[in-house]
């Protein structure tokens, strides 16, 4: 009688302690890791650079890349793209990690969203100091720009003065 009063709390320990034993790292799913870097990322989503998008260039480098698993048979091929701040049907998290289960209310499905929250608040960081950095040089780029217009013009003129016949 007395193994089995002490046999009962530890089976139902065991049972409700064991998914905990077994918790997968949040900075991993699948194949992939976060901080993984480009060349891996490309290699096993089958990729090429043709396929990164560079979103900001200075003063920090932003590149994306987005893989679609495979489609089911019978499923739609329609793909709608994520958002940070698209509303969580499900979270999870750790003190470095968060994943976020999304429901697009487009197409309505589901989409993983996975970051690390100190590189998240980098990133925000640094697309920040992006946005400043870009306000700051419009005027030289627009003034570039309009150079460059007024060049081809005059040589698309001095081309045409070339072959002009009264």
């Known amino acids: 009688m007395r193994f089995i009063r002490f046999l009962a709390p ?5 049972l409700f302690g064991a998914p905990i034993l077994r918790a997968q790292d949040f900075s991993k799913y699948r194949d992939f890791s976060l901080g993984t870097n480009l060349a891996t990322v490309l290699k096993r989503t089958e990729k090429k650079l043709a396929d990164v998008t560079t979103t900001h ?5 932003f590149q994306e890349v987005t893989r679609w698993p495979p489609s089911l048979p019978g499923a739609s091929t329609l793909h709608v793209g994520y958002d940070m701040q698209q509303k969580s049907a499900a979270s999870w998290q750790d003190s470095q990690y968060c994943l976020n289960l ?14 690390s929250k100190r590189v998240n608040t980098e990133a925000e ?3 920040l100091e992006a946005a400043k950095f870009e306000r700051e040089q419009a005027p030289a780029r627009e003034a570039e720009r309009q150079k460059k217009e007024t060049d081809a013009l005059e040589l698309t003129r001095q081309q045409n003065q070339k072959s002009f016949r009264p």
């Open 10 to 14: 530890a089976l139902t320990a065991l």
């Open 57 to 61: 260039g200075a003063p920090a480098l």
């Open 102 to 115: 999304v429901r697009t209310a487009s197409s309505n499905r589901f989409g993983l969203l996975i970051y």
């Open 125 to 127: 960081l640094g697309l």
